[in-house]
Every structure is written in C-alpha cells, then in structure tokens.
C-alpha cells in the first residue's frame, strides 16, 4: 500500500483541483493520499466526492506556526494537522485569521514588487484566487512566470521570493504549541513538516522538536524531498528517540513543483500509528 500524506491542490498553491489531484494519485498507485492545503480544509469535500473504489482520503491541512528555534530566536514552522474537526469554532477562526492575513501579505510583497518595476499587480492575483482563498508566494511566482521574468516557479523563488530575497513579509502566524493544543482539542493528530528543509530557510533544533514531542506532537515528516540522506537518518533516529510517528510524503504542488505525487511515501505501520491515536474525523473510502 502506497501512501502519501502530504498534497496541494488549487484551493491552496497546488495546480490540480481536489478531484485531478485524488485522480492523480491513484494513476499513480497510491492507495492513500492526504490532501494538506494551506490553512484551508475548503478541499475536503470536492476531494471525498471524487474518491475512485478503494482508495482513502486522508483529511488535513498544513497550518503556518510559528516556534521557538532553539537557539534564542523564532522561526517558521509547518504543521501537518490530520483527521480533525473542520468545524471546531478555534480551528475556523485561527484559518480564517491567516487567510486574511495571507491576503494583505501577498498585497504588500506585490506592492512592493511594483514599486521596484516588477510587472506583478496584487489585485489581478487575488481576484484570480477567490475571496477566502489562502494567497501565497507561489502565486506571486505563477504572476512573474506569466510576465515572462522566470521560466519556473523554482527560478521566481530563487530569484525573488525565498526568504533572505528582498520580498520576505513576515507573517504573525500561530505560535506551534497553540495548534498542536487546538488540533488535538478537535481530535486530530499532528506531524511537523519538514522539520529540517534547511535550504527553504532557517529550522528548529532537535531539542525543539523534543519539546514538541512532550507537548503532543504526534509526528515528524522525515522522508520529504527538502530532506538529504544524513537529515532523514537524523529525524529517522531522533523520532524513534522520542516516540514519534515517522511519515513519508511528497508535499506535491502540481506544476509548481517538479516533485511527482508518491515520489515520497509512509510505510503502513506508521501510517497505521498517526490514525490510531487520532479519535476524530475518519479517514475517508471512496467507492
Ligand atoms: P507561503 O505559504 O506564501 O509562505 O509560501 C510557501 C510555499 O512556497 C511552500 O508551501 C512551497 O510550496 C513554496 N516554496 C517555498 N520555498 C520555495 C522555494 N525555495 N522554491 C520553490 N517553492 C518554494
Ligand atoms: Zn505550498
Ligand atoms: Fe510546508
Ligand atoms: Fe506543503
């Protein structure tokens, strides 16, 4: 059984709507899939609705927290939550904050854009996206793409909006122990993404991650492709230290990637360990 548990579609920055992308993944093999937007669960439903005979669906989201570091500072972390109640009053209420905040963010970094002579115009972006929809780099990217600055994504990213380029706007996102608490409130499992993708941008120590662990964390996303072979023996080792649910995933963005769906994967018996401790929404058969 192939599974991924980590995906985008086009209600956050992914390419593929909820139901190519659950049709990609079983073109692709895979048995399980977890659809993760960005602070948004709007996918959920489009995405179970297109479920071919079999096949799961594994409800998430990837919320954007901020954490201690480690070493004195704060920095930016990702939340994989799984498997929780969309509706729980916090959990609404949190996601509509940063996808409001993730609106004035991406106006401020593409007003600052045009200043400086880039072709980029915010309101042509976010009348593209929806008026609730969580805006992100990505689709600042997508617009310099379009404008013929970049060739891809990746080259708009090093370019210009990875952090340290010149475009970074901060966002006041939620402190990591108050979503591993409220996910859990509305029964669902937690798993830190790409705790050591050193190349995005600064990362957590260990040490962090081991007060996460005590505070509830359920998981950490060891196989992902910002990952190199000593980070994945690292987390791999640190998370059988601690207890923690080891996962798999390819954090697949259509073609704002080159990654492919499945790329990554979670072994069964983990996968079988982040839904045991989860007392929520069930994951979701299709057919
Ligand atoms: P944001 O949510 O606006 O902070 O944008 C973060 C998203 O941008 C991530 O989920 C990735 O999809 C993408 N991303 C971040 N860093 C890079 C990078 N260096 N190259 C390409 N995509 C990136
Ligand atoms: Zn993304
Ligand atoms: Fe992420
Ligand atoms: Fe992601």
Same mark, same amino acid.
């Given at each position: 059984?192939?599974?991924?548990?980590? #995906?985008?579609?086009?209600?956050?920055?992914?390419?593929?709507? !909820?139901?190519?992308?659950?049709?990609?993944?079983?073109?692709?093999?895979?048995?399980?899939?977890?659809?993760?937007?960005?602070?948004?669960?709007?996918?959920?439903?489009?995405?179970?609705?297109?479920?071919?005979?079999?096949?799961?669906?594994?409800?998430?989201?990837?919320?954007?927290?901020?954490?201690?570091? @480690?070493?004195?500072?704060?920095?930016?972390?990702?939340? $994989?939550?799984?498997?929780?109640?969309?509706?729980?009053?916090?959990?609404?209420?949190?996601?509509?904050?940063?996808?409001?905040?993730?609106? &004035?963010?991406?106006?401020?970094?593409?007003?600052?854009?045009?200043?400086?002579?880039?072709?980029?115009?915010?309101?042509?972006?976010?009348? &593209?996206?929806?008026?609730?929809?969580?805006?992100?780099?990505?689709?600042?990217?997508? +617009?310099?793409?379009?404008? %013929?600055?970049?060739?891809?994504?990746?080259? +708009?990213?090093?370019?210009?909006? /990875?952090?340290?380029?010149?475009?970074?706007?901060?966002?006041?996102?939620? !402190?990591?122990? *108050?979503?591993?608490?409220?996910?859990?409130?509305?029964? %669902?499992? #937690?798993? $830190?993404? *790409? !705790? =050591?993708? =050193?190349?995005?941008?600064?990362?957590? #120590?260990?040490?962090?991650?081991?007060?996460?662990?005590?505070?509830?964390?359920? %998981?950490?996303?060891?196989?992902?492709?910002? *990952?190199? /072979?000593? #980070?994945?023996?690292?987390?791999?080792?640190?998370?059988?230290?601690? @207890?923690?649910?080891?996962? @798999? &995933?390819?954090?697949? *963005?259509?073609?704002?990637?080159?990654?492919?769906?499945?790329?990554?994967?979670?072994?069964?018996?983990? =996968?079988? /360990?982040?839904?045991?401790?989860?007392?929520?929404?069930?994951?979701?058969?299709g057919g």
């Amino acid at each position: 059984m192939r599974i991924d548990l980590h #995906t985008h579609s086009t209600v956050s920055d992914g390419t593929d709507d !909820p139901t190519e992308l659950v049709a990609v993944a079983a073109a692709a093999g895979l048995g399980v899939v977890a659809l993760t937007d960005h602070d948004t669960t709007a996918g959920w439903r489009p995405a179970a609705e297109a479920l071919p005979p079999g096949m799961r669906l594994v409800p998430g989201a990837e919320l954007s927290c901020v954490s201690d570091d @480690g070493r004195g500072g704060r920095v930016s972390v990702h939340l $994989l939550a799984y498997l929780f109640d969309p509706d729980a009053p916090a959990i609404v209420a949190e996601q509509r904050r940063l996808r409001e905040q993730r609106r &004035s963010r991406l106006r401020a970094i593409a007003d600052r854009m045009a200043a400086d002579g880039l072709p980029v115009d915010a309101d042509e972006i976010l009348g &593209s996206l929806g008026p609730d929809a969580p805006a992100g780099r990505p689709h600042l990217a997508q +617009a310099l793409v379009r404008a %013929g600055l970049c060739d891809t994504v990746d080259e +708009a990213f090093a370019s210009y909006l /990875a952090t340290g380029r010149g475009y970074s706007v901060p966002r006041r996102d939620t !402190p990591v122990e *108050h979503a591993i608490d409220m996910i859990a409130e509305a029964g %669902g499992v #937690t798993v $830190l993404a *790409h !705790p =050591f993708a =050193f190349q995005r941008g600064p990362t957590v #120590t260990a040490e962090v991650v081991e007060t996460l662990a005590r505070r509830g964390l359920t %998981g950490v996303e060891v196989d992902h492709p910002n *990952h190199d /072979a000593r #980070t994945r023996d690292e987390l791999r080792a640190l998370a059988k230290d601690l @207890g923690l649910v080891r996962t @798999g &995933s390819s954090d697949y *963005h259509g073609t704002n990637k080159s990654i492919r769906i499945g790329q990554e994967v979670t072994p069964p018996e983990e =996968f079988d /360990a982040l839904v045991a401790q989860a007392t929520g929404t069930d994951v979701v058969v299709g057919g």
